[in-house]
């Protein structure tokens, strides 16, 4: 059992190191507070939380994810925004759900409340696989986005705040 879980760790890592090294590929990301304090209406849809975002000019709503490592989008709302994929890449995303196969992309331009994010890398999957038994969801906003700012979360109103991080301390 062990050289079993030692190899599907190796294909894992692997998979990983190739999805880095093409994310470092991509122009770097670019992060501006247009507002040092900013408060967003969120929706509960079933237990997710719903933020609505710019992508590239275009309204959509993606649900707050901290435990996903990037951004990730549904293949239609990626054409419908027109976000650029890596040509000839394809990624083995592992989710809570399974494996599901992904294409690497790139925003230009995500806005969420008062923060602009430039280059923003995502990872787009097909519809089918966003959907849930009730309704589907535009994607999800992951890590990538998540760690340039603050957030503040008020369950209770599903107001959102999102502040500008102080700088670090080290």
Do not use: W
Request: hydrophobic share 40%; aromatic share 2%.
């Amino acid at each position: 059992i062990l050289a079993d879980s030692n190899e599907v760790l190796s294909e894992v890592d692997a998979r990983a190191r190739g999805l880095a090294k093409q994310m470092r590929k991509m122009p770097q990301q670019e992060h501006e507070f247009r507002e040092p304090l900013v408060q967003i209406q969120a929706e509960n849809r079933m237990g997710l939380l719903l933020l609505p975002v710019q992508i590239n000019g275009r309204t959509r709503s993606l649900a707050l994810a901290t435990g996903a490592d990037v951004t990730v989008l549904s293949s239609d709302v990626a054409d419908l925004c027109g976000v650029e994929l890596v040509p000839n890449y394809t990624y083995k995303a592992r989710t809570a759900n399974g494996h599901l196969a992904s294409q690497l992309g790139r925003i230009d331009r995500l806005d969420v409340g008062g923060l602009t994010i430039r280059s923003h890398p995502a990872m787009v999957v097909p519809q089918r696989d966003m959907l849930t038994p009730r309704f589907s969801i535009d994607g999800v906003l992951g890590i990538t986005a998540i760690r340039a700012m603050d957030i503040e979360i008020d369950y209770n109103s599903l107001m959102i705040t999102i502040r500008k991080p102080e700088p670090r301390k080290d």
